[in-house]
């Protein structure tokens, strides 16, 4: 990789902001198959985040699959993350960090956007309190809101990371085959579902930042917003926020405070909808949704603790319903 981590390079661009001289550098962390960074530039006055991209002609992924869709779909998501803070970011209601600069010099991007930490979202979180899935379920049901029926130009036709037209060789794998038979069905259920709106697309608990709090949640990572079927977004929320254990006891209370959130935001957002209407359509879709995602995960990687029993009993609740209703 030919991107170097150091003042020189990021210099000039903290003078234009006119943010005077760097005084350090700090890598957050290296990204995906090591085409870039992520890194914190302190200043004088504040600090500054870079995500600096520069992607091979060739990916060889952690599992060792060299798939040409694969380099495709991240490519297209270092796109679509650079037209997310450039055309979308400032409109959005719910606390996303502010865009700074937008550089696409391609094969090298470069995204500069406010450092959340700086601005109170200190706290990375890796074990959800109700206070921060409270703070989640209301920044997802503020950005599903906002965006019913807005455009979605410039991003994902289809959110998500593991939206069906790019996980063909997961599909290949998948060994379940009732699963298999309906995923073209599920994934045509989710695309087109009432109301459609953007969704963020990888909404783990990791992409939120928090303050102290934890009362208040920004999110970060907009690889994957898209037009799509909010319930994506809880699924994927859900599955890295609640431990396996705890899914079919904490199921109801984070659908019931989801949409009650929901119904504030679309009676700001939306004031000519109605929020049962909305419900009615979206809450029997949340199995529907996790089935979807189930069968990209068991074809990518059948042992994933994400496959439990009670994904497994979604999944299958999801298919008879499919079966009755479709
Ligand atoms: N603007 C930001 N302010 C503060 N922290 C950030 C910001 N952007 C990213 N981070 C932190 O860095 C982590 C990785 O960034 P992310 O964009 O999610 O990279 P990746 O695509 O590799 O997942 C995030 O989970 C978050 O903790
Ligand atoms: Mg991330």
């Known amino acids: ?17 006119g943010l005077g001289r760097i005084v350090s550098l700090e890598v957050i962390q290296p990204l995906w198959s090591n085409c870039g960074y992520l890194v914190r530039v ?3 006055s504040k600090s500054l985040i870079i995500k600096h991209i520069e992607l091979p ?9 060299s798939s040409q869709a694969a380099y495709q779909r991240k490519l297209r998501s270092y796109h679509v993350e650079m037209c997310w803070y450039t055309s979308f970011a400032k409109s959005n209601i719910a606390r ?8 696409n010099n391609s094969p090298s991007l470069m995204l500069v956007m406010e450092d959340l930490h700086s601005s109170g979202f200190t706290q990375a979180i890796e074990s959800a309190q109700k206070v921060h899935l409270q703070s989640c379920l209301k920044w997802l049901a503020s950005f599903h809101a906002q ?10 036709e289809n959110g998500t990371y593991w939206h069906l037209a790019t996980r063909r060789d997961e599909l290949k794998a998948l060994d379940d085959p009732a699963l298999k038979k309906m995923a073209g069905t599920i994934d045509s259920i989710l695309t087109r579902a009432p109301f459609p709106t953007l969704v963020h697309g990888d909404a783990k608990l990791a992409n939120f930042c928090f303050t102290a709090d934890g009362k208040l949640a920004a ?18 929320f859900m599955s890295s926020a ?9 199921e109801p209370w984070i659908l019931n405070q989801y949409f009650s959130y929901l119904k504030k935001s679309l009676e700001q ?10 419900e009615a359509a979206w809450r029997p879709l949340f199995p529907v949704a996790w089935a979807d995602f189930q069968r990209f995960i068991k074809g990518w990687c059948p042992s994933h603790w994400k496959i439990n029993d009670y994904t497994e009993s979604l999944t299958k609740m999801a298919l008879k319903y499919i079966e009755e209703n479709y």
């Open 1 to 17: 990789m030919s991107i170097k981590v150091s003042d020189h390079t990021y210099q000039t661009l903290v003078s234009s902001l």
């Open 42 to 44: 302190y200043c004088q």
């Open 57 to 65: 002609k060739q990916i060889k992924n952690a599992k060792g699959w």
């Open 96 to 103: 996303v960090p502010q865009t700074l600069m937008a550089i």
């Open 147 to 156: 965006h019913i029926q807005n455009t979605y130009e410039g991003l994902w």
């Open 219 to 236: 999110a970060v990572d907009f690889q994957y917003v898209g037009r799509g079927c909010a319930m994506k977004d809880l699924v994927l």
């Open 242 to 250: 609640v431990d396996p254990n705890q899914c079919v006891q904490m």
């Open 269 to 278: 957002f939306q004031p000519h909808l109605s929020p049962a209407e909305v």
